[in-house]
């Protein structure tokens, strides 16, 4: 059975996706003290957090957002600790046969991952973002959409990039930053990056 933990946007593209692809779900899991606040569409089940009981060959997609990044990480852990944690590549989406993608993590709809990189478990890419060859993107990443990361780069755990930003070839960027949205990160500049 497939499971979604969380509802938010990332949840609903994931379902219409398998909608689509006519995979049915068997219900989105939600957090005890978020439950009485969730209102779903008709005909998808809400499950509590502490009520569900996964079974064998059980998949759950962790679609818990970015403002946390730290919490996302944390949910996936506890899913892949019992062995149902899922990652969820959008058909929409190009990924390089030769990139790893780290269990647990998220490409929804147009991302461009190409030829070379390694993609950090519990990560979550938007529609639009690229990440450019032979890049290294450490756990619990989050890039919007319009973002993109310069060939040979390295991006730390749990760093975010907002919309239309990006990241000059071969650089790095240290774990828990953040870039704003419609920004240019580089070694040495200023007024691009925020610190967590």
Not at 11 to 35: C, K, R, S, T
Not at 80 to 91: C, N, Q, T
Not at 96 to 122: A, F, P, Q, W, Y
Not at 132 to 160: M, N, P, R, T, Y
Request: aromatic share 10%; net charge positive; with cysteine.
């Amino acid at each position: 059975m497939n499971y979604l933990f969380g509802w938010n946007s990332i949840a609903e593209f994931i379902l219409d996706e398998f909608m689509d692809l006519g995979l049915g779900i068997q219900g989105v899991v939600i957090d005890d003290f978020y439950i009485s606040k969730i209102s779903l569409p008709a005909g998808i089940r809400v499950i509590a957090s502490s009520k569900v009981v996964y079974h064998r060959g059980d998949k759950v997609i962790n679609c818990l957002g970015y403002k946390n990044l730290h919490q996302r990480i944390l949910i996936g852990e506890y899913l892949r600790d019992l062995g149902v944690l899922a990652s969820f590549v959008s058909k929409k989406a190009s990924v390089h046969s030769s990139t790893h993608i780290g269990v647990g993590t998220v490409l929804v709809g147009d991302v461009v991952i190409e030829r070379g990189c390694d993609i950090g478990k519990h990560s979550l890419f938007w529609g639009g973002s690229r990440v450019c060859h032979d890049s290294a993107i450490g756990e619990g990443v989050f890039l919007a959409s319009g973002v993109i990361i310069g060939g040979g780069s390295k991006v730390g755990q749990a760093c975010s990039f907002g919309f239309n930003s990006s990241m000059r070839e071969k650089s790095s960027i240290p774990a828990g930053a953040k870039v704003g949205a419609n920004s240019f990160w580089r070694p040495g500049g200023e007024n691009v990056l925020r610190a967590e």
